[in-house]
């Protein structure tokens, strides 16, 4: 078996367009730097295998921060929501809104470990 030499141009350059096509990524995002992985560099491969790994970790870090914030996001929309059916909940009038309430504030305890945090003031 022969091994395959990579072609780290076209790689990268396919990366760049994964990247482009993912929504919610920001273009200026944090980069990785000094990790010492090019001290120990000794040929051009050696050099291209690492920008492509560099390239993929960056790639990934931006994933990881693009869901972070989504998620928190939707934590915020999901807790305003919550909110506001407590608030409507405590109306006689709304008593059919209590039991999602409560499965609410249950799905959050179960996942979270904590009580659901107390509405902010407006």
Same mark, same amino acid.
């Given at each position: 078996?022969?091994?395959?030499?990579?072609?780290?141009?076209?790689?990268?350059?396919?990366?760049?367009?994964?990247?482009?096509?993912?929504?919610?990524?920001?273009?200026?995002?944090?980069?990785?730097?000094?990790?010492?992985? /090019?001290?120990?560099?000794?040929?051009?491969?050696?050099?291209?295998?690492?920008?492509?790994?560099?390239?993929?970790?960056?790639?990934?870090?931006?994933?990881?921060?693009?869901?972070?914030?989504?998620?928190?996001?939707?934590?915020?929309?999901? /807790?305003?929501?919550?909110?506001?059916?407590?608030? /409507?909940?405590?109306?006689?009038?709304?008593?059919?809104?209590?039991?999602?309430?409560?499965?609410?504030?249950?799905?959050?305890?179960?996942?979270?470990?904590?009580?659901?945090?107390?509405?902010?003031?407006?």
């Amino acid at each position: 078996m022969t091994k395959q030499k990579l072609d780290a141009a076209e790689a990268l350059r396919r990366l760049a367009e994964i990247r482009k096509g993912i929504p919610f990524l920001e273009e200026s995002a944090p980069r990785r730097t000094g990790d010492g992985r /090019l001290d120990n560099v000794r040929t051009a491969e050696d050099f291209e295998a690492l920008a492509l790994a560099e390239g993929l970790e960056n790639l990934a870090d931006d994933l990881s921060a693009a869901i972070q914030k989504k998620q928190a996001e939707a934590m915020e929309a999901a /807790l305003r929501i919550y909110y506001a059916a407590e608030e /409507l909940a405590r109306d006689p009038a709304n008593a059919h809104i209590v039991p999602h309430v409560q499965r609410m504030r249950e799905a959050y305890e179960r996942d979270f470990g904590r009580p659901i945090p107390r509405s902010p003031p407006d």
